[in-house]
């Protein structure tokens, strides 16, 4: 392992390279990475550095979002085939459609998308600021959430909008219960609950606080509580004990766990800056239009 790390800082050097790692990649990844943090952290992070080369340890939507903000760096994801599910349930196409069916809406889009998702959209959200910006939009406008219906359904609650939903979910986070939030409640009575808003609306519902994964992190530092149920992917765990050794961090599911998150790996990441391999592109005109909503969405950070 020891040697697999110096390689990675002597191979980073050479490239000018930053290694960006979301909170739900494997420990010893997110324990190399110059940054990690939630999908919005780690857009704004891909947007400031004056690195040339980004390695993004995530999933494709991420290294897209990287590369839409940074034109002119590298954008490099060390596993092809690390994709959101969820992003895939979700095409242009479909969204066209969707556009065409409710013509004078607004479009509000998850950052779990595609680009091609993104360029069809007026804004896009994390979970960090889904609520702030459908509250941004005009009162007097429809608005359609994509493809998260359960992110969408957390904004309606918080807003009191009415939003088209499209019935995208996340496999991973559905495989938490409500049985899971009961029974971990009864053995730790006195754990306050931070679920992520992608978790289905019964767990929601009996939890204490809904949350981004950046927002876990920065709740989790402030609280004086000293056990948490965390209802979110479990890669999580590893993030949260790190920043607060103080406490006790259980997570609601084993079940959750996101397999595109944890295709990265120590070897794959050499191969990605030996070889500068996959570089992730967006074309141009795609990269663009989804910049804007984008842009639209950086302005509007989420109350802290
Ligand atoms: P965050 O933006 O909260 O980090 O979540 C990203 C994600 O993919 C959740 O499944
Ligand atoms: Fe996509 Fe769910 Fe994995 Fe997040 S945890 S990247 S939403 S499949």
Redesign the pocket.
């Known amino acids: 392992m020891k040697l697999l790390l110096e390689k990675i800082e002597k191979l980073k050097r050479q490239r000018k390279a930053v290694i960006l790692a979301?909170?739900?990649q494997p420990g010893e990844i997110q324990d190399l990475a110059d940054f990690t943090?939630?999908?919005?952290g780690l857009s704004i992070k891909a947007a400031e550095t004056d690195a040339e080369v980004i390695v993004f340890c995530g999933?494709k939507f991420m290294a897209e979002t990287a590369a839409i903000l940074s034109p002119g760096k590298t954008v490099l994801l060390p596993d092809n085939s690390a994709g959101?599910p969820?992003a895939d349930m979700l095409t242009a196409e479909q969204l066209i459609e969707l556009k065409q069916q409710h013509p004078d809406a607004l479009v509000v889009c998850y950052?779990?998308s595609s680009a091609e998702v993104k360029a069809e959209s007026d804004y896009c959200c994390?979970?960090?600021n889904a609520t702030e910006v459908v509250n941004s939009l005009p009162k007097d406008r429809q608005i359609i959430f994509v493809p998260d219906q359960h992110l969408g359904q957390f904004a309606i609650d918080r807003t009191s909008r009415k939003l088209a939903l499209w019935q995208g979910y996340?496999p991973?986070?559905i495989m938490i219960t409500e049985d899971d939030i009961k029974e971990a409640k009864a053995k730790y009575p006195d754990a306050i609950v931070m679920t992520?808003p992608?978790c289905t609306e019964p767990v929601k519902e009996i939890s204490d606080q809904i949350l981004?994964?950046?927002?876990m992190l920065r709740y989790a530092k402030k609280s004086k509580a000293k056990q948490f149920i965390i209802a979110?992917?479990t890669g999580m765990i590893h993030a949260l004990k790190k920043q607060n050794p103080n406490a006790e961090f259980i997570a609601a599911s084993d079940r959750a766990i996101?397999p595109d998150m944890k295709r990265i790996t120590l070897e794959k990441i050499i191969r990605s800056l030996e070889y500068m391999q996959y570089k992730v592109e967006v074309p141009d005109e795609t990269a663009k239009k989804a910049r804007k909503s984008i842009d639209r969405m950086v302005e509007i950070l989420p109350a802290k």
């Open positions: 979301h909170n739900y943090g939630d999908s919005l999933v959101c969820m950052v779990n994390t979970s960090a996340c991973s986070h992520h992608e981004s994964t950046g927002q979110t992917e996101c």
